[in-house]
């Protein structure tokens, strides 16, 4: 953990003063626990949590809402300002500031997305198939929430066919037993002329 911090503050910003930093992989696959221990690792660098931006009503159609409220202020030098959501309360919150720190990571389904990925300095892949991922959520949610995962499972998939993240992952991100094994993504080799074929998003992991 210590060297892939050390390797995130070396690297160039990407928006403004700051590093951003995506961590992406199917729902129930450990992301905001593995952006935890990177922002630990960091010395608390801030999360943004991408649960925080979509809501019930826009489970990913929520790019507008995150360049005006985050990218842009990063993009001008200054903190962003967000308006976290209540999945309770089915509202947003008052707002919460995001510091324009040297590194920022934000996590979530989504966040190496087509819009998003110009202003990422890494994208990061949690490596595990979506099936172990849905399953581990499930449970992590228990039953009171088999509805709202019925209609997420559904949306996630719709969502990765359209606009998939994995095969421009910078860097690979497996959970062992000992913690965690970060390898080269498909993305590190990727040339930016090259497209995404459907091959690519047929694999077992998906």
Do not use: C, N
Request: hydrophobic share 40%.
């Amino acid at each position: 953990m210590r060297d892939l911090a050390a390797r995130l503050r070396g690297l160039p910003p990407s928006l403004g003063p700051v590093r951003l930093i995506g961590i992406d992989g199917h729902a129930g696959s450990g992301k905001s626990t593995f952006a935890g221990q990177v922002a630990a690792a960091l010395g608390g660098a801030p999360v943004l949590h991408l649960d925080d931006i979509a809501s019930h009503e826009q489970l990913f159609e929520w790019t507008g809402r995150l360049m005006t409220q985050v990218i842009r202020p990063f993009a001008r030098g200054e903190s962003a300002s967000y308006l976290p959501y209540d999945w309770v309360a089915r509202g947003f919150g008052a707002p919460r500031l995001l510091p324009a720190a040297p590194v920022v990571l934000v996590e979530g389904v989504g966040a190496g997305r087509r819009a998003l990925r110009p202003h990422l300095a890494l994208l990061l892949w949690m490596e595990l198939p979506r099936e172990a991922s849905w399953a581990r959520g499930r449970l992590r949610d228990g039953a009171e929430q088999r509805e709202f995962w019925e209609g997420w499972i559904e949306a996630e998939r719709v969502h990765f066919t359209a606009d998939p993240s994995r095969p421009h992952a910078d860097l690979l991100v497996l959970q062992t037993q000992k913690g965690y094994e970060v390898l080269p993504g498909p993305g590190e080799t990727r040339g930016p002329d090259q497209g995404v074929t459907q091959s690519d998003e047929s694999s077992a992991l998906w």
